[in-house]
Nanobody, 123 residues
């Protein structure tokens, strides 16, 4: 599975961005998907996850109510809509994929990773 993330950029605090991640190489609807982020000097952390059907989602407490994960299986794409951005959201954002049912929140749970896209939120 190959994953290509895009949509990062520089935004002021309170602004919005939408990240996209396009998957190829395997039937997209068979994949559970997740978004993670890594700030300089910190470990990669979970942000959001979505089940293969899109019927179930799960969020880190730090982004709950501000971020929304969604997917379009017809377009082989998962999205992360980020609203009310804060400077502490600044990080490289990675999409990840794995087969199987359910939701997965651990870095070690995922088999495939995209290259990352930088999100910078200025105060």
């Amino acid at each position: 599975v190959q994953l290509q993330a895009s949509g990062g950029g520089l935004v002021q605090a309170g602004g919005s961005l939408r990240l996209s991640c396009v998957a190829s190489g395997r039937t997209f609807s068979s994949l559970a998907m997740g978004w993670f982020r890594q700030a300089p000097g910190k470990e990669r952390e979970f942000v959001a996850a979505i089940s293969w059907s899109g019927g179930s989602t799960y969020y880190a407490d730090s982004v709950k109510g501000r971020f929304t994960i969604s997917r379009d299986n017809a377009k082989n794409t998962v999205y992360l809509q980020m609203n009310s951005l804060k400077p502490e959201d600044t990080a490289v954002y990675y999409c990840a994929a794995r087969g199987g049912l359910g939701l997965f929140i651990g870095v070690a749970d995922y088999d495939y990773w995209g290259q990352g896209t930088q999100v910078t939120v200025s105060s």
